[in-house]
C-alpha cells in the first residue's frame, strides 16, 4: 500500500461482480487492473467501466486492463464463476501474484483449497458477497439490489492485511466485515445458496413459486443443508435460513436458473456436488440434495 493507503488492485473476471468492485474502487482512488479477454481487456481500456445502481449511482470508471497479470499487486480479486476458473487462473501466474492477496468471490466451498495447492495458502483470503449484480455487456455493469455486503475471511491470512482490504472495500461502497472462522462463512452462503439454486433451477421457476407450489421440498432440502453445514463445522439454523428464502422477492431467481435458461455452463458441481461430497464425508444423509442434482445432472447439466 501507499502512503494514501491506495491499493493497487487486480481484478480476474470483470463480470456482474468484478465490474462493479473495480469501478467502485477505481472510484474511490485505487488503481484497478481488469485480467479479462482480448476484447473486453480492448473495451475497458478503451471506455471504462459503466455501473447503473440505484445505491452506488449511475457512472463511469477508468479502469486499466490486461489478459494476464504482468506486474506486482496488492490484492487480487477472482470474480469469475467456478466452471471458468480454471482457464482463468491462467491469467494468474504464481510468480506474478507473489506476496498479493488473493480473495475469490466465488460459490461453493471447495475453491480455498484448489487455489491454496497453486498459490501462497497464507495469502488466500475466501469473501462472500450479497449482491444482485449483472454485466449486460463488456464494461456495462447493473447492479440491482439495494445492499452489497461482503464477509471477508481467511484463517491463515495476517489480520492487519485483511483489515486494510475491509476498510478499502467499505469505504468504496460495499459494507464490509471480517469474519473470525472462515469455514462458518463460506457455509453460512452455502446453507442459503444451494436451496435457492438447486430448486430454482430444477423447477425452473422463481423463489415465489418454490415457496408456495415446494413447500416440502424446500423446507427438508434447507433442513439438509443445515445439517452438512453443521458437521462441517459451520451454522446450522433451518428455521433462520427459511426465513430468508421467505425475505426474497417472489420473482427472484438464481444465477444458477439464469445460466439454464441462457444455456450457460452451470455451476451444478461447485454447489450440489460439494454438498454431496462433503455429506458422504461426514455420513449425513441428504435424500433431497442427492435426487436433485441427479436430476439435473440427468437433464444435461
Not at 416440502?216 to 428464502?245: F, I
Request: charged fraction near 25%; hydrophobic fraction near 45%.
Amino acid at each position: 500500500m501507499t502512503a494514501k493507503n491506495e491499493l493497487t488492485v487486480a481484478v480476474l473476471g470483470p463480470g456482474g461482480i468484478g465490474g462493479l468492485l473495480a469501478a467502485l474502487l477505481s472510484r474511490s482512488g485505487h488503481r484497478v487492473i481488469c485480467l479479462a479477454g482480448d476484447e473486453t481487456a480492448t473495451t475497458l481500456r478503451a471506455t471504462g467501466i459503466h455501473v447503473r445502481s440505484g445505491l452506488f449511482g449511475d457512472f463511469t470508471a477508468r479502469v486499466e486492463a490486461d489478459t494476464e497479470l504482468r506486474e506486482p499487486v496488492d490484492v487480487c480479486l477472482v470474480a469469475v464463476k467456478a466452471t471458468a476458473l480454471d482457464e482463468a487462473l491462467a491469467r494468474v501466474p504464481p510468480t506474478a501474484l507473489g506476496d498479493a492477496l488473493l480473495v475469490p468471490f466465488l460459490n461453493g466451498v471447495e475453491h480455498p483449497e484448489t487455489l491454496r495447492a497453486r498459490y501462497r495458502p497464507d495469502r488466500v483470503a475466501p469473501a462472500v458477497i450479497r449482491a444482485e449484480s449483472t454485466r449486460v455487456a463488456p464494461g456495462e455493469i447493473e447492479h440491482g439490489t439495494p445492499f452489497a455486503e461482503i464477509d471477508l475471511a481467511g484463517d491463515t491470512v495476517p489480520r492487519d492485511r485483511l483489515d486494510a482490504l475491509a476498510r478499502a472495500l467499505d469505504e468504496a461502497g460495499p459494507t464490509t466485515r471480517v469474519l473470525p472462522d472462515e469455514t462458518a462463512a463460506l457455509w453460512a452462503k452455502m446453507s442459503l445458496l444451494a436451496p435457492f439454486a438447486l430448486l430454482t433451477t430444477r423447477h425452473a421457476v422463481p423463489i415465489g413459486d418454490v415457496r408456495t407450489r415446494h413447500r416440502e421440498e424446500l423446507t427438508s432440502l434447507v433442513e439438509e443443508t443445515a445439517a452438512v453445514s453443521r458437521a462441517c463445522g459451520g451454522p446450522a439454523d433451518p428455521a433462520q435460513v427459511l426465513a430468508r428464502h421467505d425475505a426474497f422477492p417472489p420473482t427472484a431467481k438464481s444465477s444458477m436458473q439464469r445460466d439454464a435458461e441462457a444455456g450457460r455452463p452451470l455451476e451444478l458441481d461447485a454447489i450440489g456436488g460439494a454438498l454431496l461430497r462433503a455429506a458422504e464425508r461426514h455420513g449425513v444423509p441428504t435424500p433431497v440434495a442427492t435426487r436433485l442434482v441427479g436430476e439435473l445432472r440427468a437433464a444435461g447439466y
